[in-house]
Nanobody
Framework: QVQLVESGGGLVQPGGSLRLSCVAS????????MGWYRQAPGKERELVAT???????RYGDSVKGRFTVSRDNAKRTVYLQMNSLKPEDTAVYYC?????????????????WGQGTQVTVSS
């Protein structure tokens, strides 16, 4: 049973910073992509940032230059450092881990989500 537990959300003023953490437990293939997505009220879930086990990162356009994703493979933890926060960053932030396992000529995909942590940016 895979579990992803997020922490670090909360209320912050515009221009402030927060750091989110997500710890993974259970059986997860070591070659994987971990990351963060967010969903604001009335909007679809969107990519925030992802990072592969090798350290390759990808960011959503709206957070480039302000957010930094990192991971500690030994601790099975992914982090999201959020700086220069804006009211439009307000959302529930979800941790995610994805990987595929080759089964002969096919690949079985695995996709796990955390329960989410609320981030509110408001004065």
């Amino acid at each position: 049973q895979v579990q992803l537990v997020e922490s670090g959300g909360g209320l912050v003023q515009p221009g402030g910073s927060l750091r989110l953490s997500c710890v993974a437990s259970g059986s997860i293939f070591s070659v994987n992509t971990m990351g963060w997505y967010r969903q604001a009220p009335g909007k679809e879930r969107e990519l925030v940032a992802t990072i592969t086990d090798g350290g390759t990162t990808r960011y959503g356009d709206s957070v480039k230059g302000r957010f930094t994703v990192s991971r500690d493979n030994a601790k099975r933890t992914v982090y999201l450092q959020m700086n220069s926060l804006k009211p439009e960053d307000t959302a529930v932030y979800y941790c995610n881990v994805k990987y595929g396992v080759a089964l002969g000529i096919s690949v079985r995909s695995y996709d796990y989500w955390g329960q989410g942590t609320q981030v509110t940016v408001s004065s």
